[in-house]
């Protein structure tokens, strides 16, 4: 049983479209990660959040805890963002329970 | 500041031998992580140390040990690799300034691939 469930596992887009990736999670939390890892493997957090929405540039995250869903959207998708991007929940302990991760290549 | 450095970056051991593998932070973080990536998996926990003189089990820490050395540095040991300890290992760091449901902000290194043949 996968507490942090993420879709699609895979993604590809044409630059310039916009994108979602999805994350429900089944744990009690206040808020809700998003990482992402370079294609080189450096991994970097983006958002922590924990209603609403927060937007970084072109990358928006939204959620509703209430649901327990969380979307990361990226407008005018570019090559740079191909990625894989993670959601994680947070437990006790500062610890997570991560997802494993949606791969996203944005093509030329 | 250079974050979390890691090292080696890269490893091929051969089944039985040892390694360590050395993390340090320049961020006066308290809590430190040891994690390892495979395929298809997400993230897994292998050992935490959420302050300088503690040191905790995680998800996975069969054939690990590890080291707080202070506060600044966190390494972890393979005493015995096994095919099976291939992987991506991360360390990383927070603040623990609280604890909560909220969780904090982990700041990763750049990681060591690990090849056990």
């Known amino acids: 049983k996968n507490e942090v469930e993420q879709s699609p596992q895979n993604l590809t887009a044409q630059e310039g479209e916009f994108i979602t990736i999805n994350c429900s999670y089944s744990v009690g939390i206040s808020a809700l990660h998003w990482l992402q890892q370079h294609p080189g493997g450096g991994i970097v957090s983006l958002f922590m959040?924990?209603?609403g929405k927060k937007k970084h540039g072109r990358l928006i995250a939204t959620i509703n805890i209430q649901e327990k869903h969380s979307s990361l959207h990226i407008t005018a998708s570019h090559p740079r963002d191909s990625a894989v991007y993670i959601c994680a929940a947070p437990k006790t302990g500062n610890q997570f329970y991560f997802g494993t991760g949606t791969s996203l290549t944005v093509i030329p | 500041n250079a974050g979390v450095t890691q090292t080696p970056k890269f490893q091929v051991l051969k089944t039985g031998q040892s390694m360590t593998l050395q993390c340090a932070q320049d961020?006066?973080?308290?809590?430190m992580y040891w994690y390892r990536q495979d395929p298809g998996m997400g993230l897994r926990l292998i050992y935490y140390?959420?302050?300088?003189?503690?040191?905790d089990k995680g998800e996975v820490p069969n054939g690990y040990n590890v080291s707080r050395l202070n506060k600044r540095e966190f390494s972890l040991r393979l005493e015995s690799a096994a095919p099976s300890q291939t992987s991506v290992y991360f360390c990383?760091?927070?603040?623990?300034?609280?604890?909560?449901?909220?969780?904090?902000?982990?700041?990763f290194g750049p990681g060591t691939r690990l090849l056990v043949l």
């Open positions: 990383a760091s927070s603040e623990r300034r609280r604890s909560g449901r909220a969780g904090e902000t982990q700041y």
């Open positions: 961020m006066n973080h308290n809590s």
């Open positions: 140390s959420a302050s300088e003189g503690t040191t």
């Open positions: 959040l924990s209603s």
